[in-house]
C-alpha cells in the first residue's frame, strides 16, 4: 500500500485537472519521482472502490543510450578526434590511442573533416581538413534529451539508432480520471465483518471492501511422492553412487526352483512350507528350467559336490516346479548370477534391488504380507568377509549409520553369514537392520562361476527404514 500522503496528493492533482484526466508518467515527473512508485499508488487507490478509474496505455518514445548519453555531455566521437588534432597534426598511430580514435576516426574521415599524409616523415600523419566544425550527432541526441526528437525524420533517428546512442522503447503509463465515488480524502475500507459490529450496528455506516471473486486462491499442495518411495529413490542414489547395476525385478512370479533350490536351500525347509509362502494354483507349475544346472543342483542336493555332502535326501523336480510369490529378491540375483557365469569371460559386477516380495505372514501392527527388500551383490576374484563389512561402512555411512555391529547367524545359502546392527540414537540401543553373508560354493559352483570367485551380498527392509 503507498503512502496515504502520496495517495492524497494524486487525487488533488486530479482535482485540479477538472474534468480531464492525468497521465501517470507526466505526474511522476512533475512530482520528481519514479514511475513505479506512482503506479503502485494508482493500483492502491483502485482498491479503494470507484474513487478512481485507471487504463493502462502503451506509447513509444525515443531514449538515449548510456553511449549517447556521454556524447551529448562529451561530444560524439569523431568532434572529439577533430579537437584532438594539433595544428601540425598527429600521428596516425598516436590518434588510434586515444578513447575515440578508432571510431571517431572513420566518422570524421566520411565527414571531410580531417585528412591523411601517407607520405609524412614518422609514418602517416592525420590534419584537420577544415576551421570549424558543426556536431550534427551531438546536437540531434540533444533534441531527443529535450522530448524534442518529432524534429527528427525517421532515417536520422535510424541512424542513431544503428550507432547504439538512441534505442525505442515502449512506455506503459495510466490515464486516471475521477471515478463515481471521487473524494480528495482517502478513507481505509473494512475487509472484515465483526461480530461486534453486527451487534452494535456499526456496520451500517462501515465502508466496506467489495470481494475481489477473480482473485487466486490459494494452490492446495497435492501429488507429494509416497514416503516410501522418497526413501526408495535415496537408496537407488547410493547404489547409483557406490557404481552398482540395477537388476530387473519385474517377475512377481517366481518358481520354486529359483526361489530356493538355486540358492541350496533344501526341499524340506520349513521357508517352503504354505504357512510361510504363497504358492500359486494357476499357473501352479513352471516347465521351462535350464536343464544341464538343474541337474547339477539336484546332485549337490541330493548326493553334494564341490566339496560338500550335501543334505542326502531325494530331490524331487516336482516341487522345484512350483511356482509362488517370490519370497526374496535374492531369487532375482541368483537368475542375474547364472547369467553372469554362462559367459566365456568372467567380468566382476555389482548388482543391486530395490522391490516388492510377499510372505504368508498373520497381519498384525509390524507385518504385512508384502514388503521392500533391498538387495546388494558383488561378485568379484578372491572376496572374504572383510571387504563385505567394508562395503557395509560405506554403504551405512551414505545414509549417516556409522555405528555397526555384526552377529553371527546362519543362512542356507551364505557362509559365513552375519546379522548387521546399528546403534539408534533416538531408542538409545542396537537394533537390527539387516542381513549379509558370502554366497556358498554350493550355490554358485553349479551355475559355472569360477571356482576363486566370491560373492558378497547383503539385504535389509525398505520398510524399516521409514
Same mark, same amino acid.
Given at each position: 500500500?503507498?503512502?496515504?500522503?502520496?495517495?492524497? %496528493?494524486?487525487?488533488?492533482?486530479?482535482?485540479?485537472?477538472?474534468?480531464?484526466?492525468?497521465?501517470?508518467?507526466? #505526474?511522476?515527473?512533475?512530482?520528481?519521482?519514479?514511475?513505479?512508485?506512482?503506479?503502485?499508488?494508482?493500483?492502491?487507490?483502485?482498491?479503494?472502490?470507484?474513487?478512481?478509474?485507471?487504463?493502462?496505455?502503451?506509447?513509444?518514445?525515443?531514449?538515449?543510450?548510456?553511449?549517447?548519453? !556521454?556524447?551529448? %555531455?562529451?561530444?560524439?566521437?569523431? =568532434?572529439?578526434?577533430?579537437?584532438?588534432?594539433?595544428?601540425?597534426?598527429?600521428?596516425?598511430?598516436?590518434?588510434?590511442?586515444?578513447?575515440?580514435?578508432?571510431?571517431?576516426?572513420?566518422? =570524421?574521415?566520411? $565527414?571531410?573533416?580531417?585528412?591523411?599524409?601517407?607520405?609524412? %616523415?614518422?609514418?602517416?600523419?592525420?590534419?584537420?581538413?577544415?576551421?570549424?566544425?558543426?556536431? =550534427?550527432?551531438?546536437?540531434?541526441?540533444?533534441?531527443?534529451?529535450?522530448?524534442?526528437?518529432?524534429?527528427?525524420?525517421?532515417?536520422?533517428?535510424?541512424?542513431?539508432?544503428?550507432?547504439?546512442?538512441? $534505442?525505442?522503447?515502449?512506455?506503459?503509463?495510466?490515464?486516471?480520471?475521477?471515478?463515481?465515488?471521487? $473524494?480528495?480524502?482517502?478513507? *481505509?475500507?473494512?475487509?472484515?465483518?465483526?461480530?461486534?459490529?453486527?451487534?452494535?450496528?456499526?456496520?451500517?455506516?462501515? *465502508? +466496506? *471492501?467489495?470481494?475481489?471473486?477473480?482473485?487466486?486462491? /490459494?494452490?492446495?499442495?497435492?501429488? &507429494?511422492?509416497?514416503?516410501?518411495?522418497?526413501?526408495?529413490?535415496?537408496?537407488?542414489?547410493?547404489?547409483?553412487?557406490?557404481?552398482?547395476? !540395477?537388476?530387473?525385478?519385474?517377475?512377481?512370479?517366481?518358481?520354486?526352483?529359483?526361489?530356493?533350490?538355486?540358492?541350496?536351500?533344501?526341499?524340506?525347509?520349513?521357508?517352503?512350507?504354505?504357512?510361510?509362502?504363497?504358492?500359486?494354483?494357476?499357473?501352479?507349475?513352471?516347465?521351462?528350467?535350464?536343464?544341464?544346472?538343474?541337474?547339477?543342483?539336484?546332485?549337490? &542336493?541330493?548326493?553334494?559336490?564341490?566339496?560338500?555332502?550335501?543334505?542326502?535326501?531325494?530331490?524331487?523336480?516336482?516341487?522345484?516346479?512350483?511356482?509362488?510369490?517370490?519370497?526374496?529378491?535374492?531369487?532375482?540375483?541368483?537368475?542375474?548370477?547364472?547369467?553372469?557365469?554362462?559367459?566365456?569371460? +568372467?567380468?566382476?559386477?555389482?548388482?543391486?534391488?530395490?522391490?516388492?516380495?510377499?510372505?504368508?505372514?498373520?497381519?498384525?501392527?509390524?507385518?504385512?504380507?508384502?514388503? &521392500?527388500? /533391498?538387495?546388494?551383490?558383488?561378485?568379484?576374484?578372491?572376496?572374504? #568377509?572383510?571387504?563385505?563389512?567394508?562395503?557395509?561402512?560405506?554403504?551405512?555411512?551414505?545414509?549417516? /549409520?556409522? *555405528?555397526?555391529?555384526?552377529?553371527?547367524?546362519?543362512?542356507?545359502?551364505?557362509?559365513?553369514?552375519?546379522?548387521?546392527?546399528?546403534?539408534? !540414537?533416538?531408542?538409545?540401543?542396537?537394533?537390527?537392520?539387516?542381513?549379509?553373508?558370502?554366497?556358498?560354493?554350493?550355490?554358485?559352483?553349479?551355475?559355472?562361476?569360477?571356482?576363486?570367485?566370491?560373492?558378497?551380498?547383503?539385504?535389509?527392509?525398505? %520398510?524399516?527404514?521409514?
Amino acid at each position: 500500500m503507498a503512502e496515504p500522503a502520496l495517495l492524497e %496528493e494524486l487525487l488533488r492533482r486530479l482535482q485540479e485537472a477538472g474534468g480531464g484526466g492525468a497521465d501517470s508518467g507526466e #505526474l511522476a515527473t512533475r512530482l520528481g519521482l519514479d514511475h513505479q512508485l506512482v503506479v503502485g499508488a494508482v493500483k492502491s487507490l483502485q482498491t479503494l472502490g470507484d474513487v478512481i478509474e485507471a487504463e493502462l496505455r502503451s506509447s513509444k518514445r525515443w531514449e538515449l543510450t548510456d553511449e549517447g548519453k !556521454e556524447i551529448v %555531455e562529451k561530444g560524439s566521437h569523431e =568532434a572529439r578526434v577533430f579537437d584532438a588534432i594539433p595544428p601540425n597534426g598527429i600521428t596516425q598511430s598516436d590518434l588510434m590511442k586515444l578513447p575515440s580514435g578508432k571510431v571517431g576516426f572513420n566518422k =570524421a574521415m566520411s $565527414s571531410k573533416w580531417i585528412r591523411i599524409d601517407k607520405n609524412a %616523415e614518422g609514418g602517416p600523419r592525420i590534419f584537420k581538413a577544415t576551421d570549424c566544425i558543426e556536431d =550534427a550527432v551531438k546536437n540531434k541526441l540533444l533534441l531527443v534529451q529535450q522530448g524534442k526528437d518529432s524534429k527528427l525524420d525517421d532515417k536520422e533517428k535510424n541512424e542513431l539508432k544503428k550507432r547504439k546512442l538512441l $534505442s525505442e522503447v515502449t512506455v506503459k503509463t495510466y490515464w486516471i480520471t475521477k471515478g463515481s465515488s471521487f $473524494s480528495t480524502t482517502v478513507v *481505509k475500507q473494512d475487509t472484515e465483518l465483526t461480530p461486534e459490529m453486527i451487534a452494535n450496528g456499526s456496520w451500517k455506516e462501515k *465502508k +466496506f *471492501k467489495p470481494y475481489n471473486f477473480d482473485a487466486m486462491g /490459494i494452490v492446495p499442495e497435492c501429488g &507429494h511422492l509416497h514416503p516410501l518411495m522418497k526413501v526408495r529413490t535415496q537408496f537407488r542414489q547410493i547404489f547409483l553412487e557406490m557404481g552398482f547395476t !540395477e537388476m530387473p525385478t519385474n517377475n512377481f512370479i517366481e518358481s520354486s526352483f529359483w526361489n530356493f533350490d538355486s540358492l541350496f536351500q533344501p526341499q524340506q525347509h520349513p521357508a517352503r512350507d504354505q504357512h510361510d509362502t504363497f504358492f500359486l494354483s494357476e499357473p501352479a507349475t513352471a516347465t521351462k528350467f535350464p536343464m544341464d544346472y538343474l541337474e547339477r543342483v539336484k546332485k549337490v &542336493h541330493s548326493e553334494g559336490g564341490y566339496g560338500s555332502l550335501g543334505y542326502k535326501y531325494d530331490w524331487k523336480i516336482e516341487e522345484a516346479q512350483k511356482n509362488l510369490l517370490r519370497t526374496h529378491t535374492t531369487a532375482v540375483s541368483a537368475r542375474m548370477l547364472y547369467k553372469l557365469a554362462q559367459k566365456e569371460e +568372467f567380468t566382476p559386477v555389482k548388482y543391486f534391488s530395490i522391490d516388492r516380495v510377499f510372505r504368508n505372514e498373520t497381519l498384525d501392527a509390524t507385518h504385512l504380507a508384502e514388503f &521392500h527388500q /533391498i538387495e546388494g551383490v558383488v561378485a568379484d576374484y578372491d572376496l572374504t #568377509l572383510g571387504d563385505l563389512m567394508g562395503v557395509l561402512q560405506q554403504f551405512f555411512s551414505k545414509l549417516g /549409520i556409522t *555405528k555397526l555391529r555384526y552377529k553371527p547367524a546362519f543362512n542356507p545359502y551364505t557362509e559365513p553369514s552375519m546379522e548387521i546392527f546399528s546403534y539408534h !540414537e533416538g531408542l538409545k540401543k542396537w537394533v537390527e537392520v539387516g542381513n549379509s553373508g558370502v554366497f556358498r560354493p554350493e550355490m554358485l559352483l553349479p551355475m559355472g562361476l569360477p571356482e576363486n570367485v566370491t560373492v558378497i551380498a547383503w539385504g535389509l527392509s525398505l %520398510e524399516r527404514f521409514l
